[in-house]
């Protein structure tokens, strides 16, 4: 099958339990390898299951557990959350990653079963569990970022993330290693312009992955850190303080620019909640969100083709934010430092930055989305690739996937 050419699109139908199920062979099963070479194709964006959604009066009034979570709780306490990788772990990732390099094999095609971590991949199987359903984060320390240069970095990188999630595709050109860098990018275009490729402030969002990663390379000369905080932290505070707010986030009113990152047919935008209920599964709340896709929807709100934001949904913006900026855990990325964020619960904020004049090193963080299926312990979405191992995330067409070494 030639690039360019669909895999064919399952088609999905609720079961009698809510849970989603393919009436074709799944995509991910039928991925042809000399495009996707590890046979699995990034799903891409989907509009959620309108008919599974749940009403504001099924969501909780309060949310308790490890998910709930404050500043405090480890502001202070670095060992709950920070993990500096020990010297046998350094050395099992190095040994692990010059293998992996010298067998040839493409990054792309990256894998538990190629990448063996027999030691810290049990480590990396205990913060799955939570990433995914505790604090959702980690911070791990010494990785030898600046020792083993970028294609080393690169492959030890992703291997780790492997025992973690699916790497899905970050954008339409099928970046599935992704380069958060300034490019030189005009930040105030929007609605064409990804905000990571630019300098400035990234306002508190979840990307469309399961889990988010990034490793520090460089730093910037001043700025560039980074925020994150408790999705359930915020729905309690709003329920207390905001509970027009809340009740408003969990409508499906919102629309979402797709910023040209479409397939053949499909919509350039998507309509969607901000909050959600699982469908299924624990029942748990989740969010996604970004506020710059929802504000760069004017050339077709001017064309009546999509709603403009009401002052209701304005306000409800405003006031997220300014939640979520009272609630955060703030933290500065060293270089060699690996941030892992689950996009579930949380949601992550960068501040502005500058950076070093040339000719020193831009800042630069190596990015990676990673999807955790349904099957595999992931949360019950109601969205229509909820099973698929490489569930969400962004795909265009049969664009192959690639794990270029540095920006383009």
Known sequence: MAPGILVDEPQYRPTEAGHIQSTLQAKEDTAPRDIFPDGIRTSGQHPPLYDVLRPYSDFPKEITGPTVWKSDDYVNNPERWVHPFTDDEVQELSDTADAFIASGTPLTGISQANFPLPRLGKVLTVLRQDLLNGKGFILFKRFPADVWGPEKNAVAYMGLGTYLGYFVSQNGRGHVLGHVKDVGDDPTQIHKVRIYRTTARQFFHADDGDIVGLLCVHRAAEGGESDIVS????????????????????????????????????????????????????????????????????????????????????????????????????????????????????????????????PAPRRHLLRLWLATPEGEGGWALPMPDSHERKRGGVQVNNTAPRAPLDAE
């Not at 709003?238 to 707010?245: A, G, T």
């Not at 309509?271 to 970004?290: A, F, T």
């Not at 934001?309 to 060699?336: F, P, W």
């Open 231 to 358: 999705v359930h932290n915020v729905w309690n505070t709003l329920q207390r303080e905001h509970p027009d707010v809340a009740e408003l986030l969990t409508q499906p009113v919102w629309y979402f620019d797709r910023k040209g990152e479409v397939s053949e047919g499909q919509e350039q935008w998507i309509r969607q909640p901000v909050i959600y209920l699982e469908n299924g599964g624990k029942g748990r709340l989740y969010c996604k969100w970004d506020p710059y896709y929802v504000r760069s929807l004017t050339r077709f709100s001017d064309a009546g083709l999509v709603p403009p934001l009401s002052d209701a949904q304005k306000h409800a913006m405003a006031v997220l934010e300014d939640t979520c900026n009272r609630l955060a855990l703030h933290m500065i990325l060293e270089v060699g430092d690996i941030q892992f964020v689950s996009n579930a619960h949380l949601l992550h904020a960068r501040t502005e930055y500058k950076d070093f004049p040339a």
